[in-house]
């Protein structure tokens, strides 16, 4: 067991994950959060486990990742997950044109797929497309963003970790050589400023690492772009529907509890602390999610929202960037002790993007021990509530 | 968290009275609890009356002559709308918890009203005419 | 959307740490089809970063968000604000009752998920335990999953606790249940899960609603609490009269 001190900040996907897989491996956490759990990114995701499916032709290390993932979630976190799969559909010739790619890619990616004849597929789904012309199965899912990530936190602290709910990281603590020791911070609940002292600071802060790293004149390559998400409020199929095509706006419909959300967009902004919804972005998710189910037009809109991914790499517009995540020490990048910034990736390899950032950490302090996360249910997310 | 007396943030039962945001079900309570209150008080001041026969026939004939006043004769107005609103309210609950009529539990409150206003009147008019 | 800007007072509760709670205005400029949500969002990012509130996916399938809007229990991310108040018009932000403020409009909801938990409320459950309504449109129900396993889907119940607070009664009774639990129980059912009857017959159990139906008109998730707490009382006679006659 070590006694290192570890701090994370941020309590979205990453943090909770890499919170649980360092308290397992016996650090002890302290985890740092502006709002409470899940209140960024990871909150407002769209909800899809996905099964690899969507990145298979054109981003097969993500691919292979979601689909390995997928299936360890499914039996680490069962309360969080609906595991009723999906369908991958084409509705025009340009669709039918991505079916070979697809077939390719999912059997490089091991990603299990059946193909459905439209009788079947409209049988199984009967407010698909009527015009749909083949659709393959898949083993996407999906999951509640908010209970996933409480899962990981309630496991985390029962296992020790610490968290600072409502307090904002204002500066980091240095050692007077610029390596970082720790952090400031501000709890505006008790309206209380603090310091915690670390052996090691963890940056998990996704689309907004960038304002942490500049306390310590680092800047990192991370491109915030904001998707926007509409919810309407009718539950139309049991799956997830994907649009059999390359990555695009708008081309996943996804049954969540009575409702079905639509997304996504991609573009473009400086300060991911607030997005604005674009009244045209949500337009244009009714017109291609009805392309997919048409009754989506006769359903009232519930609600309207937008994430901001944290893609890596800068310049390029969204699409293109790979989904992927990379976890930067920045004693190698950067000369400064003590800080690890984890960035990238999506919400369904949550568990891997903390398995590599800790054992990074292991790796810099010296640390032997192997990560069982993918082998550790995680207790009911309810317990984070209940002391 | 941060809350060390983890005292609910609650007016207590100044909020069964609070009307406010109160949609049909909610008001159908304050009614409930309001016409509890008053049959409770009532209860209570029927004893002190019974306890007048106690004290001797004086005591109470006094007390009837006393108890014809127009303040008195509202009073038990007040207690018969009281009693049939609960009376009947209580039977809308009942059926409810037996799995009856829950999805129409706003009608059979306008019926309990109704059928309060309804036999108000009529009690409440032989009152003043027997008055 | 539409291009309509109108001038809404938010008037948000305010409360940190010890301090005596007060009313703090904000006035914005918002669209009337944003959601509450929305506005509170932008007070925290361009008015007073001091604030605390509760929220994460924005379409409610979380049920971080719930507060009192103008005294009326809201999940603010699917309340337009041309819904709840008018242009010029204000908005009373206050946290939800019948939980401790933990500051600002957050609250500390463990009496709910204390109870959740002590009901083993299912988070996912089958489908055919709270089917989906078709309402015109083809209903996607009673179609096996390709190897013949049931459909699992989400709870309906998003556990946002704005049913304890509308409960005129849950204020005065810091032991009971509550709408959303007693609803759980319901759920599952007493002849499936037996040992629920001993968690829900008791006084702090079905027996201390008093019928007000505020969870109902509150739900923001279709779960029906007074009706599923009326139906649990229900199963808790039935239970009772056929021991009755079982013993006789």
New interface residues.
């Given amino acids: 067991m070590s006694q290192y001190h570890a701090i994370v900040i941020g309590a979205g996907f990453t943090g909770v994950a890499i919170a649980h897989d360092l308290a397992l491996r016996g650090f002890r956490v302290t985890v740092v959060e502006r709002?409470?759990?899940?209140?960024g990114t990871?909150?407002?995701t769209h909800?899809l486990l996905h099964s690899g499916a969507r990145y298979a032709v054109n981003d097969q290390e993500s691919a292979i990742e979601c689909i390995q993932e997928n299936q360890i979630l499914r039996l680490i976190v069962?309360?969080?997950?609906?595991?009723?799969?999906g369908l991958f559909i084409a509705v025009d010739e340009s669709d039918l044109e991505y079916r070979e790619k697809f077939i390719k890619g999912c059997e490089e990616c091991k990603i299990p797929i059946r193909e459905l004849t439209p009788k079947e597929a409209l049988?199984?789904?009967?407010?698909l497309n009527p015009k749909l012309l083949t659709a393959f199965?898949v083993p996407d899912g999906?999951f509640?963003?908010?209970?996933l990530a409480l899962a990981f936190a309630a496991t985390a602290k029962s296992n020790g970790a610490v968290f600072h709910?409502?307090t904002?990281v204002v500066d980091l603590l240095t050692d007077g050589q610029g390596n970082i020791k720790g952090v400031k911070v501000w709890?505006?609940?008790?309206?209380?400023r603090f310091e915690i002292e670390g052996d090691i600071v963890v940056n998990a802060t996704g689309a907004w690492v960038g304002q942490i790293t500049s306390m310590a004149g680092i800047r990192v390559p991370i491109a915030p772009t904001p998707g926007v998400?509409v919810?309407y409020d009718?539950?139309?199929?049991?799956r997830a529907i994907n649009r059999l095509n390359k990555p695009g706006d708008g081309d996943i419909v996804l049954?969540?509890?009575?409702?079905m959300?639509v997304g996504t967009t991609s573009f473009s902004i400086e300060d991911p602390?607030?997005v604005?919804?674009l009244?045209d972005h949500?337009a244009l998710m009714i017109e291609r999610g009805s392309e997919l189910i048409p009754?989506l037009r006769?359903?009232k809109e519930?609600?309207?929202?937008?994430a901001t991914r944290p893609l890596i790499g800068s310049g390029a517009p969204g699409r293109s960037i790979s989904r992927t995540f990379k976890a930067y020490d920045h004693k190698e990048t950067d000369n400064v002790e003590g800080l690890v910034t984890i960035t990238g990736g999506k919400a369904t390899t949550l568990r891997l993007m903390a398995e590599k950032t800790v054992d990074l950490v292991c790796k810099k302090l010296g640390v032997n021990a192997p990560c069982t996360t993918a082998e550790t249910p995680l207790i009911?997310?309810?317990?984070f509530?209940?002391? | 968290m941060e809350n060390p007396e983890k005292k609910p943030n609650t007016r207590g039962i100044w909020d069964w009275f609070d009307p406010r945001g109160r949609k049909v079900g909610g008001w159908g309570f304050i009614l409930n609890r309001l016409s509890a209150i008053g049959l409770t008080v009532y209860l209570y001041l029927h004893l002190v009356m019974l306890g007048k026969l106690a004290q001797g026939p004086e005591a109470y004939d006094s007390f009837i002559a006393f108890a014809k006043q127009p303040l008195i004769l509202f009073g038990e107005i007040l207690v018969i709308i009281g009693g049939l609103y609960h009376g009947l309210n209580g039977i809308r609950i009942a059926l409810n918890s037996f799995g009856v009529g829950v999805n129409a539990q706003k009608q059979l409150l306008y019926g309990v009203l109704t059928l309060t206003i309804v036999g108000s009147l009529i009690f409440g008019l032989r009152m003043i005419a027997a008055h | 959307m539409s291009e309509e800007k109108w001038t809404v007072n938010f008037v948000v509760y305010r409360k940190k740490g010890e301090g005596e709670p007060h009313y703090q205005t904000f006035t914005l400029e918002v669209s009337p089809d944003e959601y509450v949500i929305d506005g509170v969002e932008r007070i925290w990012a361009f008015h007073d970063r001091s604030l605390v509130f509760a929220h994460a996916c924005h379409h409610s399938t979380c049920g971080a968000c719930g507060m009192r809007v103008n005294g009326v229990e809201k999940l603010t991310c699917i309340t337009r604000i041309r819904d709840v108040t008018t242009n010029g018009g204000t908005l009373r932000i206050e946290p939800l009752r019948n939980f401790p403020v933990i500051s600002d409009l957050v609250v500390d909801m463990s009496r709910l998920y204390v109870g959740m938990d002590k009901v083993h409320a299912p988070a996912v459950h089958p489908l055919s335990m709270a089917p989906l309504e078709g309402e015109g449109i083809k209903p996607p129900r009673e179609v096996p999953m390709d190897d013949g396993k049931e459909y699992l889907r989400l709870a309906d119940c998003i556990e946002c606790g704005l049913c304890i607070s509308a409960c005129p009664i849950a204020g005065t009774a810091e032991e009971y249940l509550g709408p959303a639990v007693l609803a759980a129980a319901q759920l599952q059912g007493l002849n499936r899960a037996p040992d629920l009857t001993a968690i829900v017959d008791c006084v702090d159990g079905v027996w201390r609603c008093h019928s007000a139906y505020e969870c109902t008109a509150v739900c923001p998730s279709n779960v029906d609490p007074g009706w599923r707490i009326m139906d649990l009382r229900r199963q808790v006679l039935a239970q009772r009269i056929r021991r009755w006659f079982g013993a006789a």
């Fill in positions: 709002g409470p759990i899940a209140n990871s909150g407002r909800g069962p309360d969080a997950i609906e595991p009723n799969g049988r199984i789904e009967p407010n199965t999906t509640d963003p908010l209970r709910l409502y904002d709890n505006r609940a008790a309206d209380k998400m919810a009718k539950r139309l199929t049991q049954p969540q509890r009575r409702m959300v602390d607030y604005p919804v009244p949500v009754a006769q359903t519930r609600g309207a929202y937008m009911s997310y309810r317990k509530f209940v002391n």
